[in-house]
């Protein structure tokens, strides 16, 4: 680690209070699949909005990268207790994505499909946050095909699992339903502030 002598602290400060409760800084972006990495055809690839919108959309490869990108500047944190912090996301955000997608008012949750099955859901006031991004690149390189390339979620305010890899369809939903992890126990709300890991 590069910070040391700070006493009882282990980092200074301003670094200290961006740590969530049992988590602990890494510095080299860990890879946590579940199940194989999807082969991606730019040919067939889509991305898809579905459920509860007015008119169902979906873009190709070429028309999801021709959308206006942005960057965030974002600490991620996973339920497996590693932290990265100040990470630059590019790529689309989802506010901007959705510009001209009318969701319809009883819509409250969101759940991403990815490529391989995997799934996990979000109520509405977290993913449509202005921080939320679909993203392909990192600190200006193109995301690997071990984090979600071409194209995955970025979603700081909650725990990494709830930030889907590969993602190809985000369908929005009156009712709440389990993705994939939180099936199997983790816990539905997942903020890393208050260390919601499991249920
Ligand atoms: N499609 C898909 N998305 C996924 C996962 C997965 O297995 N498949 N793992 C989740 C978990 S548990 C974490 S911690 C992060 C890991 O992303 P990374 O491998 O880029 O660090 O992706 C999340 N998104
Ligand atoms: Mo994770």
Redesign the pocket.
């Given at each position: 680690m590069i910070f040391r002598g700070f006493g009882k602290r282990r980092y200074p400060p301003e670094i200290e209070e961006r740590i969530p409760p049992g988590q602990t800084l890494t510095e080299k972006w860990p890879i946590?699949t579940y199940g194989r990495v999807p082969r991606f055809n730019p040919q067939t690839w889509d991305l898809r909005v579905t459920g509860l919108v007015e008119e169902e959309k979906r873009w190709t490869y070429e028309e999801f990268m021709a959308l206006p990108r942005t960057k965030v500047t974002a600490d991620i944190h996973?339920?497996?207790t590693w932290s990265l912090l100040g990470s630059e996301w590019e790529g689309v955000s989802v506010r901007e994505l959705l510009r001209d997608v009318r969701i319809k008012p009883e819509a409250r949750y969101v759940m991403q499909h990815c490529d391989g099955g995997y799934t996990t859901n979000l109520p509405l006031d977290i993913f449509l946050d202005d921080d939320v991004l679909l993203c392909y690149r990192r600190n200006g390189e193109d995301i690997t095909p071990d984090h979600g390339w071409p194209l995955r979620l970025v979603v700081p305010k909650r725990?990494?699992?709830k930030s889907a890899k590969w993602v190809r369809s985000l369908e929005f939903m009156a009712r709440d339903q389990l993705g994939f992890?939180e099936n199997l126990g983790y816990n539905n709300n997942a903020d890393p502030w208050q260390e919601e890991r499991f249920s």
């Open positions: 946590l996973c339920v497996t725990y990494f699992w992890w």
